[in-house]
């Protein structure tokens, strides 16, 4: 058995059954062992940006690793963007990096890179395999340390001499550690500061934001006054009815801060403290209130659930959580904006479906729209980097094959990683985008005044906006093998959304909706 061969089967074994790849040279013998092991399923895209995106997605849904597959270091740096927000989603996923064969690193050929530099930038684990008889027991260890509480990126740089050696053998899975306990004392601690009758806020993220970790804030917000706010970005957010609604906090700097105004005490539950994304001139980085102290009830490796159930039966003993009722938002004729935009997604929203949102600035109604739609799962843009959207639905549909997928996706964004749309196509998942056609970079018109940049002349103004062409969505869709509807009122993207929903695999949906933010020089 050569090392590709082993590699593979210690990965089916461990639980890693689906790789996206986007494999060159260095990586055939790995692509050939495929047929060899057919428990391992390969899933092409056209893009290492879509493979890593869509491995992020698989792990946020399956609560286990995919495997992605790369090509040296320039594809790893493809790559990087969305294993950036595959970190920071705290998401566990096992990277295979192809490199030079060990005797031909010498020769420094054209491809040749620092792959374990660029994997130390997005890694919690990195090995490089240097024999064969080694891949297979380096393999155990990365899926295991892929699984590590909260959960990581994990790298294996694979040389292709590794990968076509014989002398192999497949390893057996590793245990895997599970998320330590909180300290009673901390939930002691953090008891008392609820019960001092202070304003206090619990900031949840990472597992606290699935529904026995909601369920438990949502017990100890109402056994003692606290205010329940989740992260910006949560990887994964469970909402909608018979779930406790909580409040994301804002993305923009200015309304965090007046979300947390008056607070006496800050209890982060599986969150990191707030900050705000970026530095304005004459403003605070730090989003937490002068004076504020900030607990930590249990942070993202802890088991943060666990944490909550015990805090609620000492602050909140017989009490129950608030679900969220359910409730549809009717869909508005007329002209599609951003307002009817949310209202018409909620109206028809599918039981249990998975919702990745990378809407952006024409998404804001959407949280208050979906708040009592049908449970769904909500995976969010977590590190900031956008094209994120259309491959981590490609990976969510790929977990969960008997949920329906619904990608929220904005232009700008799209236009990044929108190769995805050929991964659904050929694998036929059922993800319905509904893609936001404002031809404009709305989000960058409006930092352009937060940052007090300037007013726009015409050439700045010309890098803010998608026009002259404006890309045809329904075009490029349909000619990556998607069907594509393109419709600018609320009635079509209502009757647009229940045909999707109804027909098996992809489809997309074009809607033209007017940019929150005019153009530079437009009046308000």
Known sequence: MNGAQALIRTLTRGGVEVCFSNPGTSEMHFVAALDAVPQMRGVLCLFEGVATGAAD??????????????????????GLANLHNARRARTPLLAVVGDHATYHKRYD?????????????????VRRSARSADV?????????????????????????????????????????????????????SVSRTLRSGEPCVLLLGGAAARRPGLEAASRVAQGTGARLLCETFPARLERGAGIPAVDRLAYLGEQAEAQLAGLRHLILAGARSPVAFFAYPGRRGDLVPAGCPVT?????????????????????A???AVLAPGSRPAAEPGPLTAISLASTIAASLPERAIVADEANTSGFALPQALAGAPRHSLLTLTGGSIGQGLPVATGAAIAAPDRP??????DGSALYTIQALWTQAREQLDVTTVLINNAAYAILRLELARTAAGQAGPRAARMLDLSGPTPDFTAISTGLGVPATRVSTAEDLDQALRRAYAEPGPHLIEAMVPPIVPAPGTAW
């Open 405 to 410: 997928v619904l990608s929220l996706e904005a």
């Open 296 to 316: 930590v009830l249990a942070d993202g490796g802890q088991d943060v659930q666990a944490a909550l159930e015990s805090l609620a039966r000492r602050v909140a």
């Open 109 to 125: 050929a054209p491809l040749e890179s620092d792959i374990d530099a660029l994997a130390g930038s997005v890694s919690g684990w």
């Open 318 to 320: 017989g009490v129950s």
């Open 57 to 78: 997605g698989y792990g946020r849904m399956a609560g286990r690793p995919a495997a992605v597959l790369l090509h040296l270091g320039p594809g790893l740096a493809n």
């Open 136 to 188: 297979a027991a380096d393999a155990a260890e990365g899926v295991a340390a892929a699984l590590t509480p909260p959960g990581q990126v994990a790298t294996l740089i694979l040389p292709a001499d590794v990968s076509w050696s014989d002398g192999a053998e497949p390893a057996a899975p590793l245990p895997v550690r599970a998320a330590p306990g909180v300290p009673g004392a901390t939930v002691r």
